[in-house]
């Protein structure tokens, strides 16, 4: 045991949900939080932040549950990293639970199994995301999650997402928070990094499931990607060099090559979307094998990411 916190009288967990147009899936996102069995001594309070949807988020609780809830708006989409941020300095709870919108708790005891780890010493706990169902992109995303556990297990602390964790308040203040001047990715990696070079101590706990409930398709996935090669993967660059240059997205950023990606960027260019969209189409007919889909979309994602690096190197 690593240094346990024992005290939990009148403990506080306090959890942010930044919403963007996702008002489908809230409402069963709130559900999963209601129904969760605290450690005594802990209750929570739910911070929800509307990130200037097009349509104001409407949220409905329980009557015996609203006073657990607050709801604010932001004027304007301003990026999960200014929404985050925004709910988190809401509350006073010693802990903090960030939670995508679109997820749900996968049985009655995650939160609880989160809080044991924090008492028993750890500043930051992950849970694990899975996606019920059985076509490409439900199998595809679950073997994604496995891998991001794998690497974790193995020593990088950064390869976890924002989805479900909590985190020490305390800690979180000193490192800073989220970095507002990213919109489009790469702030989880940013704050994990900052909360590792504090030593923060860190745990995955796989049986802190959640369920993601959200629709993806690769016309959404590669949108963000190309995003981020554009302007979040800037700011990542100037912060964090050397660990940039170890992960995958370097070899599909135009910046660190001598010229052979430019080519590839602008040879691929014309055709890009237009095959997205047909990969799409081909992917929910289930007209090719999973082996096969998955190299088109790696590959698809890998040229949307690329021509946002090149976008941004003109």
């Given at each position: 045991?690593?240094?346990?916190?024992?005290?939990?009288?009148?403990?506080?967990?306090?959890?942010?949900?930044?919403?963007?147009?996702?008002?489908?899936?809230?409402?069963?996102?709130?559900?999963?939080?209601?129904?969760?069995?605290?450690?005594?001594?802990?209750?929570?309070?739910?911070?929800?932040?509307?990130?200037?949807?097009?349509?104001?988020?409407?949220?409905?609780?329980?009557?015996?549950?609203?006073?657990?809830?607050?709801?604010?708006?932001?004027?304007?989409?301003?990026?999960?990293?200014?929404?985050?941020?925004?709910?988190?300095?809401?509350?006073?709870?010693?802990?903090?639970?960030?939670?995508?919108?679109?997820?749900?708790?996968?049985?009655?005891?995650?939160?609880?199994?989160?809080?044991?780890?924090?008492?028993?010493?750890?500043?930051v706990c992950f849970g694990q995301?899975?996606?019920?169902?059985?076509?490409?992109?439900?199998?595809?995303?679950?073997?994604?999650?496995?891998?991001?556990?794998?690497?974790?297990?193995?020593?990088?602390?950064?390869?976890?997402?924002?989805?479900?964790?909590?985190?020490?308040?305390?800690?979180?203040?000193?490192?800073?928070?989220?970095?507002?001047?990213?919109?489009?990715?790469?702030?989880?990696?940013?704050?994990?990094?900052?909360?590792?070079?504090?030593?923060?101590?860190?745990?995955?706990?796989?049986?802190?499931?959640?369920?993601?409930?959200?629709?993806?398709?690769?016309?959404?996935?590669?949108?963000?990607?190309?995003?981020?090669?554009?302007?979040?993967?800037?700011?990542?660059?100037?912060?964090?060099?050397?660990?940039?240059?170890?992960?995958?997205?370097?070899?599909?950023?135009?910046?660190?090559?001598?010229?052979?990606?430019?080519?590839?960027?602008?040879?691929?260019?014309?055709?890009?979307?237009?095959?997205?969209?047909?990969?799409?189409?081909?992917?929910?007919?289930?007209?090719?094998?999973?082996?096969?889909?998955?190299?088109?979309?790696?590959?698809?994602?890998?040229?949307?990411?690329?021509?946002?690096t090149n976008v941004r190197e003109?």
């Amino acid at each position: 045991m690593i240094g346990s916190r024992i005290d939990t009288v009148d403990k506080t967990l306090d959890i942010v949900i930044p919403v963007y147009n996702d008002a489908p899936y809230i409402t069963e996102s709130l559900n999963s939080i209601f129904k969760q069995k605290l450690i005594n001594g802990w209750h929570f309070h739910i911070y929800v932040v509307d990130d200037g949807s097009d349509m104001p988020v409407k949220v409905d609780a329980p009557k015996d549950k609203a006073h657990m809830l607050s709801v604010t708006r932001l004027d304007e989409n301003s990026g999960c990293s200014v929404a985050r941020n925004k709910g988190a300095f809401a509350g006073e709870g010693e802990v903090i639970l960030f939670l995508d919108a679109d997820c749900s708790f996968a049985h009655e005891n995650v939160l609880a199994l989160l809080l044991e780890q924090y008492i028993a010493g750890f500043d930051v706990c992950f849970g694990q995301i899975n996606i019920v169902g059985a076509g490409f992109w439900a199998t595809y995303q679950n073997n994604v999650s496995r891998e991001r556990c794998l690497r974790f297990r193995q020593g990088e602390e950064s390869s976890m997402t924002t989805a479900i964790f909590i985190v020490k308040r305390r800690l979180f203040e000193k490192v800073g928070e989220f970095d507002e001047a990213y919109h489009f990715g790469f702030e989880d990696r940013d704050l994990f990094i900052a909360l590792s070079k504090r030593e923060a101590r860190t745990c995955l706990v796989e049986e802190a499931l959640v369920n993601h409930n959200d629709e993806i398709s690769l016309t959404s996935v590669t949108k963000k990607l190309y995003k981020s090669g554009a302007t979040s993967s800037v700011r990542f660059i100037e912060k964090h060099p050397d660990e940039y240059k170890k992960m995958e997205y370097v070899k599909a950023d135009v910046r660190f090559s001598k010229g052979s990606l430019k080519l590839i960027a602008l040879l691929t260019k014309p055709f890009l979307w237009p095959m997205v969209r047909l990969i799409d189409v081909a992917l929910r007919k289930e007209w090719l094998s999973f082996s096969v889909a998955k190299k088109l979309v790696k590959c698809s994602s890998g040229l949307a990411y690329l021509q946002g690096t090149n976008v941004r190197e003109k």
